[in-house]
């Protein structure tokens, strides 16, 4: 066979190979990309949890659920999921009032719905997809850019379940919302002069959060990020042995398991909110650097979607998730590094959690299921 011969022969193959994936709605860069992002997780919070093969067991089946979520949403045409995507926010709402009302109490915080026997799960994390879905629902059928009404009702939708979320008190999740439905808004078209105001207004939004909303452990991180040394054995204790953690592992890191700031307990919530340090202590700068070129290409891979989706409707969802997405890792590593406040918001992919993982997943699958049914141009 002739080198012609064996490149035709490899084309074909490849166009085989694209053409079954398209046929089960799987964006094939997505997909390797998250599977790598999931092998590197479970390889790390093995470290981060001081060897808890149960938490592993339970991290993986939480990646093998989100992944059969993501297949399924992947099926969907987006026409059905703006179809639905208002009785979704109603069901949203109406779940975190029940939250609110009766919701399950752990550390401090009333973020749960707890059935006995059944399943635990937190409602805010569904929002993260619900609240751009309706929102890009709305504008799509609306004349862009929005007039006054339209962006006063946008702002409505995104503040009911953002006040309620602030309740439980969940700040960080609570911003990750706000973040959506504000990336659906900028890239339908928001005037700049409307964007400037909102930013001249945050100023006395943010006096008014710190004096009516905010609760004073969270008025405590504040004060805490700006000075992390007042109190260095209180408060500023998790920034300080985070970034200690992060300065100790130098270029290649310190090895697999091989961390002090965790496996001797000096930084707390390790296998959660601040696990990135583990994984540059562990690892150094080229494991987070590693970590942050597969975050890089994710969001990429989601910009392009983004901008190949044929709808109105498919390109403000996918841009929001895409968008989300950078903000979740953006704040996290932030606030581990001491570069903003902590909000309590998890490493995506890395840290541990249920249902945020099967959310996150689920947002993917939102974005395969925009790029695979490509074909669907009727209006929303």
């Given amino acids: 066979m002739s080198n012609f011969d064996r490149m035709l022969s490899s084309e074909d193959v490849m166009r085989r190979r694209a ?19 999931a092998a590197g997780s479970l390889f ?17 089946s939480s990646f093998g659920l989100g992944l ?18 208002p009785v979704a926010y109603l069901g949203g709402v109406c779940l975190l009032v029940v939250v609110d009302v009766m919701g399950h109490n752990a550390m401090g915080a009333t973020r749960w719905i707890n059935i006995p026997g059944v399943i635990r799960f937190q409602p805010s994390e569904f929002m993260k997809i619900i609240m751009p879905a309706t929102l890009a629902w709305y504008l799509s059928k609306r004349t862009l850019p929005p007039d006054l009404k339209h962006v006063a009702i946008s702002l409505m939708l995104i503040g009911v379940p953002f ?27 928001l005037r700049w002069r409307w964007i400037l105001t909102a930013i001249g207004a945050a100023v006395p939004v943010a006096v008014a ?22 109190d260095p054995l209180g408060t500023g204790w ?85 968008m989300t997405f950078f903000v979740y ?5 932030g606030m581990v590094s001491g570069l903003l406040p902590v909000v309590g ?19 993917f699958g939102v974005l395969m299921s925009i790029h695979t049914h490509r074909k669907w141009i009727a209006q929303v």
């Fill in 19 to 37: 053409s079954f994936l398209q046929r089960i709605h799987v964006d094939g860069p997505l997909l390797i990309l998250l599977l790598a992002l």
């Fill in 44 to 60: 790390v919070l093995y470290s981060a949890s001081g060897k808890n093969w149960d938490l592993l067991l339970k991290q993986a």
């Fill in 68 to 85: 059969v979520s993501m297949f399924i949403i992947a099926q969907l045409e987006p026409r059905f999921m703006a179809r639905w995507a």
């Fill in 163 to 189: 006040i309620l979320i602030v309740r439980q008190p969940d700040l960080g999740t609570a911003l990750l919302i706000l973040a959506g439905g504000a990336f659906v808004l900028f890239m339908g078209g």
């Fill in 209 to 230: 959060m710190w004096f009516f909303f905010m609760h004073d452990y969270q008025k405590q991180r504040v004060l805490t990020f700006l000075d992390p040394e007042s």
């Fill in 238 to 322: 998790n920034i300080i042995q985070s970034k200690a953690a992060i300065g100790s592992g130098g270029v290649f890191g310190k090895g697999w398991l091989l961390g002090t700031q965790s496996h001797l307990d000096f930084l707390p919530e390790s296998h959660t909110d601040f696990i990135i340090a583990v994984l540059g202590e562990e690892f150094g700068l080229v494991g987070i650097c590693a970590l942050l070129l597969l975050y890089l290409l994710l969001i990429g891979r989601g910009l392009v979607i983004t901008a190949q989706a044929q709808t109105l409707y498919g390109k403000l969802l996918a841009g929001s998730l895409t």
């Fill in 329 to 333: 890792v953006f704040v996290n590593i």
């Fill in 345 to 363: 918001v998890p490493l995506p992919f890395i840290s541990y959690g249920g249902t945020s993982l099967v959310t996150l997943l689920s947002a």
